[in-house]
């Protein structure tokens, strides 16, 4: 994942599309857990809402595989086909913890190459 390459397709340098696609990370991972929540419970209404929220940022960020993946999962809870999104749910949950490795490494290289003695930080 380019976070350089993603941030320019939206008008964003690689920083600020940082601080957003950690913050629908934050976000994200908080409606995947009511998606998930409603779905155990069969509320059609609560899963579509947050699937639809899911999606729309993924969207917006240009993280369509996210973005495509979740419209699937709207489409079956819409359609009231609760037990057919298992599957995508899975995928759904990889998909966010690969963009939190994504992130994570991203920062930790850059922790690396940083040098308090370097007069270029100082």
């Known amino acids: 994942m380019n976070l350089k390459a993603l941030g320019e ?6 920083h600020e599309y940082r601080e957003l696609a950690e913050l629908f ?11 998930k929540g409603a779905i155990d419970m069969g509320d059609v209404q609560q899963a579509a809402r947050s699937a639809h929220t899911i999606k729309g940022a993924a969207g917006n960020l ?17 359609e009231n086909r609760l037990d057919s999104v298992v599957g995508d749910m899975d995928l759904l949950k990889g998909s966010f913890d690969a963009l939190s490795r994504v992130l994570n490494l991203d920062n930790r290289a850059k922790l690396m190459l940083y040098s308090p003695d370097d007069p270029a930080n100082q």
């Open 25 to 35: 990370l934050e976000t994200g991972m908080a409606d995947f857990h009511r998606l």
């Open 62 to 78: 240009g993280i369509m595989n996210i973005h495509d993946m979740v419209k699937r999962i709207e489409l079956a809870v819409v």
């Open 9 to 14: 397709k939206i008008g964003f340098d690689e």
